[in-house]
C-alpha cells in the first residue's frame, strides 16, 4: 500500500500543482471577480470551503458509489454543498453575495473541484482528502487575493477596499490607501487586466521553476576530468 506523503499534498496544491497557474482551471470566475482583494477572498474562501466539504463527502461515500454512477453523484454532492454556501452567503454576507452574484452558484462547474473528486478523493481515505481539498483550495485562493490586490493596487491605489463587506465595522479600518489623490489605471480593473497579471503571476511562477531545477541539474564534468583526478 503506497503511503500518503502529506507534504507532498501541500506543495502539489499550493505550487506545483496549483489549480489557477498549472492546471489553469475555474479561470472564469477567477478572472472576472478578482478586482478587489475582498472580492477574491469571499470567492476564494467559498471555492476552498466547497474543495474541503466535496473531497470529505466523496471520501467518505468512495465505497458504496457505483463506478457507473460516480459523475453525477459527485456533481450532486457538490450543487449541493454549493447551495448550502451560497444560501449562508447570501444570509451573513449579503452585500458580498450580491457582488460576487452568479459566480458563487458557478462554483458547482469549476472543473477544479471535480477534478480532485474524481482524481482523489474517491481514492483515498478521509484525511488525505481534506488535506487535498484544503491545499487546493488555499493555493487557488492565494491567486485570487494576490491578482486582486495587484489589479486594486494599480487600478484604484488602495489596498482591502470594501472590507466592511466581509469584516463588519472593523473592516472599515482595514483599507490601506497606497497613493492619495491617484486617479486610477482602469485597464487593471477591466478583464484584459485579469488576463494580463494572471499571465505575469504564470510567468513568475514558471521562472521561479527553472531557476530552483536549474540550481539542482549536477554539473557534468568533461570526459579527461576522471581520468587525470
Same mark, same amino acid.
Given at each position: 500500500?503506497?503511503?500518503?506523503?502529506?507534504?507532498?499534498?501541500?506543495?502539489?496544491?499550493?505550487?506545483?500543482?496549483?489549480?489557477? #497557474?498549472?492546471? /489553469? !482551471? $475555474?479561470?472564469?470566475?477567477? %478572472?472576472? +471577480?478578482? *478586482?478587489?482583494? =475582498?472580492?477574491?477572498?469571499?470567492?476564494?474562501?467559498?471555492?476552498?470551503?466547497?474543495?474541503?466539504?466535496?473531497?470529505?463527502?466523496?471520501?467518505?461515500?468512495?465505497?458504496?458509489?457505483?463506478?457507473?454512477?460516480?459523475?453525477?453523484?459527485?456533481?450532486?454532492?457538490?450543487?449541493?454543498?454549493?447551495?448550502?454556501?451560497?444560501?449562508?452567503?447570501?444570509?451573513?454576507?449579503?452585500? #458580498?453575495?450580491? /457582488? !460576487? $452574484?452568479?459566480?458563487?452558484? %458557478?462554483? +458547482?462547474? *469549476?472543473?477544479? =473541484?471535480?477534478?480532485?473528486?474524481?482524481?482523489?478523493?474517491?481514492?483515498?481515505?478521509?484525511?488525505?482528502?481534506?488535506?487535498?481539498?484544503?491545499?487546493?483550495?488555499?493555493?487557488?485562493?492565494?491567486?485570487?487575493?494576490?491578482?486582486?490586490?495587484?489589479?486594486?493596487?494599480?487600478?484604484?491605489?488602495?489596498?482591502?477596499?470594501?472590507?466592511?463587506?466581509?469584516?463588519?465595522?472593523?473592516?472599515?479600518?482595514?483599507?490601506?490607501?497606497?497613493?492619495?489623490?491617484?486617479?486610477?489605471?482602469?485597464?487593471?480593473?477591466?478583464?484584459?487586466?485579469?488576463?494580463?497579471?494572471?499571465?505575469?503571476?504564470?510567468?513568475?511562477?514558471?521562472?521561479?521553476?527553472?531557476?530552483?531545477?536549474?540550481?539542482?541539474?549536477?554539473?557534468?564534468?568533461?570526459?579527461?576530468?576522471?581520468?587525470?583526478?
Amino acid at each position: 500500500m503506497t503511503q500518503i506523503s502529506y507534504a507532498n499534498i501541500a506543495r502539489d496544491g499550493l505550487w506545483n500543482n496549483n489549480p489557477a #497557474l498549472v492546471q /489553469i !482551471l $475555474g479561470l472564469c470566475p477567477l %478572472l472576472a +471577480v478578482s *478586482n478587489t482583494v =475582498i472580492n477574491g477572498l469571499g470567492l476564494g474562501l467559498a471555492t476552498l470551503l466547497t474543495l474541503v466539504l466535496s473531497n470529505v463527502t466523496v471520501s467518505l461515500i468512495r465505497n458504496i458509489v457505483r463506478s457507473e454512477i460516480r459523475i453525477p453523484v459527485f456533481v450532486l454532492v457538490i450543487a449541493s454543498i454549493v447551495t448550502a454556501i451560497e444560501l449562508a452567503m447570501n444570509a451573513y454576507f449579503h452585500e #458580498l453575495y450580491k /457582488i !460576487l $452574484g452568479i459566480f458563487i452558484p %458557478l462554483i +458547482v462547474t *469549476n472543473c477544479a =473541484i471535480i477534478a480532485r473528486a474524481e482524481a482523489f478523493a474517491s481514492k483515498n481515505a478521509v484525511v488525505p482528502s481534506f488535506v487535498d481539498g484544503f491545499t487546493m483550495g488555499l493555493g487557488f485562493t492565494a491567486v485570487l487575493v494576490t491578482l486582486g490586490a495587484m489589479r486594486e493596487a494599480l487600478g484604484q491605489g488602495t489596498l482591502f477596499a470594501h472590507a466592511n463587506l466581509m469584516f463588519g465595522e472593523i473592516g472599515s479600518m482595514m483599507k490601506i490607501t497606497l497613493v492619495d489623490n491617484y486617479h486610477g489605471f482602469l485597464l487593471a480593473i477591466l478583464p484584459p487586466g485579469a488576463f494580463i497579471g494572471l499571465g505575469m503571476l504564470i510567468a513568475i511562477k514558471n521562472t521561479i521553476d527553472a531557476r530552483r531545477k536549474s540550481r539542482t541539474v549536477p554539473v557534468a564534468l568533461p570526459a579527461d576530468a576522471g581520468a587525470t583526478a
